[in-house]
């Protein structure tokens, strides 16, 4: 049997569809679960360098043996008026459960990145703690 010439185009559409079926996000992993959420504004004058350090620290956080996962980022700028873009750093740490949670609120690496890391450079900070449905 002959084998069949595939076009490059052939090739790449199939390289692109198998990526994207094999590169499953691993949040959607996680079913259910706590999510802490937290935003914070950082002082003015926070130079960027202290910002990119500070999501680095936050991004470290995911090798706690509580944490499942961890997301950070910076706002999107919106032209919608629902939409609060004015925070500096939001991030969201995902736990299996409450008891979870409770013991990543008093890690030693958690407190100290708050203390040392986040805190001297916040304005304001909020916090949502809630639960999968």
């Known amino acids: 049997m002959k084998p ?7 090739l790449l559409a199939l390289t692109v569809l198998l990526s994207s079926a094999l590169a499953i996000p691993s949040v959607m ?3 259910s679960g706590v999510y802490h ?3 914070f504004w950082l002082k003015p004058g926070t130079p ?5 350090a500070i999501i680095e620290s936050i991004k470290s956080l995911e090798a706690l043996p509580m944490v499942e996962k961890v997301m950070v980022g910076t706002a999107v700028m919106s032209d919608r008026a ?11 740490v995902i ?13 030693p ?9 986040t805190m001297p450079y916040v ?3 909020i916090i949502y703690d809630y639960k999968s449905r």
């Open 4 to 10: 069949s010439k595939q076009s490059p185009l052939t």
């Open 29 to 31: 992993a996680v079913s």
């Open 37 to 39: 959420t937290v935003v």
């Open 48 to 52: 960027d360098q202290k910002v990119d």
């Open 82 to 92: 629902v939409v609060d873009d004015s925070f500096s750093i939001a991030f969201t």
């Open 95 to 107: 736990f299996k459960d409450e008891a979870a949670l409770s013991a990543y609120s008093v890690d």
């Open 109 to 117: 690496t958690h407190k100290k990145i708050s203390s040392e890391m």
């Open 123 to 125: 304005e304001r900070g």
